[in-house]
Each structure stands twice: as structure tokens, then as C-alpha cells.
């Protein structure tokens, strides 16, 4: 009952999700234009791969290891040094990426996907690709506690709905296609919160009136690094990695051979 109850609630979401964002994608194209909406689908890509990439594949590996130490009363000490593991490792190679990401902008932009517009949207993309680090984190080890609902809720609900809203929202005052792209990075750092309180309140419901936060915020010490959910997780990234380039190739290589417009058209027909 348990599977069943989260696939449903799963598919809604998913469905409901998917449906927000393409009414968003149809809103910009239409008043934007393809050749925009291309550009926004290069930022998204390029800011998504950095933030793959920066992860290698640790949300994954500590959604295994956090699932272990919940159903396990002896590895129940473990659960501090496998958050404390999951959010360093990511951030660490996150936030310096995200910041090459920023400074190397105009090269990416104009050297590489012909588009010297990109580079004021894909610095402010670069902005977000840590919040969306803390996001896709928080989505994955949510899933150890043996429940799907946040997952859904944060990804497949509050980024779609964020994103539209702000966008609206933004537009209003703004009126031109920056309003597009700090929705996305506004909708992160929402996202951020809303997996950092979900966190909490699945640990909180865990430890029952044992939950002292401030003691649990102690025990994240240098010394309880987890090195093995590294070692895990970096041959399945590693392993991963053409999947996740073949991914985005399409949109990146169609962006270096032609140009925005053509990514527009391309994406709008692909989704």
C-alpha cells in the first residue's frame, strides 16, 4: 500500500508538474519569442550540468546510506555524518564551479554558443546553481525516510508553481525577459528553504522527543565525514556520465551549430 500510495501520488504530481512547465515555456515563447525562449533553454542546461557535475552523484549514494542508518537502530548515529557528508561534498565543488561558471560567462556565451546575450542570464543562472545543489539534495534524501510526498511536493509542485508565479509576478514590474530567468533563480532558493524545512521536520518526526537540534548540529565534525558514501557514489556518477552528457548535448551542440532561435524552435518541439 505504502508503494502504491506514493506511485499515485508520484504521477499526479509528475503529470501536474510537467504541465506547469510547459504553460510556463508556451507564456514565454509567446511573449518573447523562440529566439529567447532558446536562450533560456541554454542557461538551464549549462547550470544544470554544472550542477550534476558538482554533485557526483552523492544524493544518490546518501539517500542509500541516510535509508540504511533510518531503518537500522545501530547505525542511528551515523545519520548526522551522512547529512554533514552529502551537503559538504556538493557545495565544495559546487560553489567554486558555479563562480568559474559566472567569470567565464562571456566566453561560454560568445565563443562557444554564438549568443553574447546569454552571458547577463547565465551569470544570474550561476547565482542559483548552488540553492539548486541544496534543492535536488534535500528532494533525494527526503526519499530515505521512506516517503515520496516532499519529493513531489518540492520538485514536481513548489519549483513549477514558483517559477510560474515569480515569472508573472516579475514581469509585471520589469517587462522584459530578465524577469524569466531570476524566477528560476528565486524559485531555487525557495527550493532550498523548503528542502532544508523538510529535513528538519522528517528528523524531528524520527527522533520524536529525542530531537535536540543544537546537539544535532554538534555532532557535524570534521572527523565524522563519510568517505565511503564518496567512494560509492563517484563510480556511479562516473558511470553515469554519458547518459547525462547525451542529455544535453542536443540543445548545447544545436546552440555551438546554429543558434537561439533554433534552440527555441528545437525545445518547444521536444518538450
Known amino acids: 500500500s505504502t508503494i502504491v500510495n506514493n506511485s499515485v501520488l508520484t504521477l499526479v504530481g509528475t503529470i501536474g508538474g510537467k504541465l506547469l512547465f510547459f504553460l510556463t515555456q508556451v507564456v514565454i515563447v509567446q511573449i518573447f519569442g523562440f529566439r529567447y525562449f532558446g536562450l533560456l533553454m541554454l542557461g538551464l542546461r549549462t547550470t544544470d550540468l554544472t550542477r550534476i557535475f558538482s554533485s557526483i552523484g552523492m544524493p544518490k549514494g546518501g539517500m542509500r546510506f541516510l535509508s540504511m542508518a533510518v531503518t537500522s537502530r545501530e547505525k542511528r548515529a551515523e545519520i548526522p555524518g551522512i547529512i554533514f557528508s552529502c551537503l559538504c561534498v556538493p557545495l565544495a565543488i559546487g560553489i567554486p564551479f558555479a563562480a568559474i561558471l559566472y567569470i567565464f560567462s562571456p566566453t561560454i556565451s560568445e565563443r562557444l554558443l554564438h549568443a553574447p546575450l546569454l552571458t547577463t542570464y547565465l551569470r544570474l543562472l550561476a547565482i542559483a546553481v548552488p540553492f539548486a545543489i541544496v534543492t535536488h539534495l534535500g528532494i533525494d534524501l527526503s526519499r530515505a525516510f521512506r516517503t515520496t510526498k516532499y519529493a513531489v511536493l518540492i520538485e514536481n509542485i513548489l519549483l513549477p508553481v514558483g517559477r510560474f508565479g515569480l515569472f508573472l509576478l ?3 514590474v520589469l517587462r522584459d525577459f530578465c524577469s524569466a530567468v531570476l524566477a528560476t533563480m528565486f524559485a531555487y532558493m525557495l527550493g532550498a528553504i523548503a ?3 523538510v529535513i528538519r ?3 524531528r518526526r ?3 522527543r529525542d530531537w535536540q537540534p543544537v546537539k ?3 555532532q557535524w565534525r570534521p572527523h565524522s565525514f563519510r568517505t565511503d558514501i564518496v567512494r560509492y557514489s563517484f563510480p556511479l556518477f562516473l558511470s553515469g556520465c554519458s547518459g547525462i552528457l547525451l542529455g544535453s548535448t542536443d540543445i548545447l551542440m544545436l546552440g555551438y551549430f546554429k543558434n537561439p532561435e533554433a ?7 521536444l518538450t
Open 170 to 172: 516579475l514581469y509585471l
Open 195 to 197: 528542502a532544508f524545512l
Open 201 to 203: 521536520r522528517l528528523l
Open 206 to 208: 524520527f527522533y520524536g
Open 216 to 218: 544535532f548540529l554538534r
Open 263 to 269: 534552440v527555441g524552435i528545437y525545445g518547444a518541439a
